[in-house]
């Protein structure tokens, strides 16, 4: 059986013309960012729960994130915050009166449930959705499928917002179609593209892309589940999202994650595997069946396929969920090698540094270049790079770098640039608090501020309206 330990191409084979230009589109930071620990199975969530959150410097890291991996010859682009605290969902629960009487009662009998309303983690844009790019699909559109999220109750709420987004943001039809979510039946958890990853061959621009799903849990023989924490993604949700992407089926791979792995909190594909292009960069631990995996993913892919294998002698899984190594960014810049742009937490983890420097310096794959960014309020609350970031693959371009063509249908809003970077800093300083406390959730203050905010933010931007308050 072949070893795939290293890489099986060289890097000459592994550069080359793209067939698709990306752009990745971040989450910007809500101004409710907070720590109340919601996620479970979240290790960084769970530890952090009850900290002083900095909601205006989340947000900031998140701009110059975004400046970093701009700066990388990557296009950028962002989508804006959802409206919280969610009043809708909290009167849904009963809550009735004015805003502030809302707020108040909600506090002093449901703290978690407000809690929940007021978090940002649809900052966390890997899941707001699945995409394919239009030479994948049949009717040669992208299409966009977001996520439900059913598996969290505070991330259950943001279906409905992120819709409204991503039509307003993708709102050219011809070119783009944004399908709701899956219907939230028992078998249907679906986490949005921190579960999928596309790849094709560099060396072939005729072979099919290959489209790679990764479940938690087959609700159709759930013997292999895992015991602590919840299963989020299911197969027949994958394959359901395959099916509304217009993929050809015989060109997508399924793949379980280790029931241990999400044990120890592996709670998303992206915290033990990143992809891009023809590389793999994984966890040994990360599925079941491991070798069934990559052979299939080798034979699908073609022969520029690159896995590239940390093992666990390397790497704890319980490392790789501290350090964020795999959900770091590896993005194709230019000259057609390869970024890993990683969290500060790896270079400050002696093991994770050490593999990072070890895959940079391997001639066998393109990864000629590691960036570390600080986005410590995001990873407090279990988020590192690639969790902040939606994978876009747009129209073939005619070069390495992104054409003109490939942008249009996209909002020109939420383009980013410097412009763009310096305006939403001024923004993001004039509404945006220094802290919050789980008590500060409960100000009505807060509520206006955000509505206020939001509603800058969209008339700046050019968006229709696209919150509930805007009517």
């Not at 084979?13 to 979240?42: K, S």
Request: overall charge negative.
């Amino acid at each position: 059986m072949r070893s795939h330990t290293v890489c099986i191409v060289t890097a000459a084979n592994q550069t080359g013309t793209p067939t698709a230009a990306e752009a990745n589109f971040d989450g910007l930071v809500g101004m409710t960012h907070n720590y109340a620990g919601l996620a479970a199975g979240n290790m960084a969530s769970q530890n952090n729960a009850g900290r002083i959150s900095n909601p205006k410097a989340a947000a900031l890291q998140g701009i110059a994130k975004m400046e970093a991996v701009a700066a990388l010859g990557v296009t950028q682009c962002f989508l804006p915050p959802h409206e919280r605290p969610a009043l809708w969902v909290l009167r849904q629960y009963g809550f009735t009166g004015d805003d502030e009487r809302v707020l108040a009662d909600a506090h002093a009998n449901k703290p978690h449930l407000l809690a929940q309303c007021c978090s940002s983690s649809f900052m966390w844009s890997a899941n707001a959705g699945t995409v394919a790019p239009a030479q994948d699909a049949r009717d040669q559109r992208t299409h966009l499928v977001v996520a439900n999220l059913k598996s969290m109750p505070h991330r259950s709420i943001e279906p409905s917002s992120t819709n409204a987004i991503l039509r307003a943001v993708f709102a050219d039809r011809e070119r783009f179609v944004v399908h709701q979510a899956l219907p939230s039946a028992a078998d249907m958890g679906d986490e949005g593209a921190a579960n999928h990853t596309r790849f094709f061959d560099a060396t072939n621009a005729q072979q099919p892309a290959t489209h790679f799903f990764v479940y938690g849990i087959d609700t159709a023989n759930p013997q292999q589940r895992p015991k602590i924490h919840p299963a989020r993604q299911s197969l027949q949700a994958s394959q359901s999202i395959a099916k509304l992407l217009q993929l050809d089926l015989a060109q997508c791979v399924f793949a379980q994650q280790h029931p241990d792995a999400i044990d120890q909190g592996v709670f998303h594909n992206d915290v033990v595997a990143v992809g891009n292009a023809s590389t793999l960069l994984y966890h040994q631990d990360a599925w079941l069946d491991h070798d069934r995996v990559l052979n299939a993913l080798a034979e699908s892919v073609g022969k520029s396929f690159c896995p590239i294998a940390v093992s666990r002698d390397e790497l704890t899984i319980a490392e790789a969920v501290s350090t964020y190594l795999f959900n770091s960014q590896l993005v194709t810049t230019p000259d057609g090698t390869m970024t890993l742009v990683c969290p500060i937490e790896v270079e400050h983890h002696d093991r994770a540094r050490a593999v990072a420097q070890r895959i940079q310096g391997d001639p066998r794959n393109s990864i000629s270049r590691i960036l570390y960014l600080d986005v410590r309020e995001s990873m407090r609350n279990g988020g590192g790079p690639a969790c902040l970031r939606l994978r876009v693959p747009l129209a073939p371009p005619s070069g390495l770098a992104p054409s003109i063509n490939s942008l249009r249908g996209i909002h020109p809003g939420c383009i980013f640039n410097s412009q763009r970077a310096t305006e939403l800093r001024l923004w993001i300083e004039q509404w945006y608090p220094n802290q919050l406390t789980p008590e500060d959730l409960a100000d009505p203050m807060l509520l206006k501020r955000n509505r206020d905010a939001l509603d800058s933010l969209t008339q700046q931007l050019g968006l229709p309206a696209i919150y509930p308050f805007q009517g």
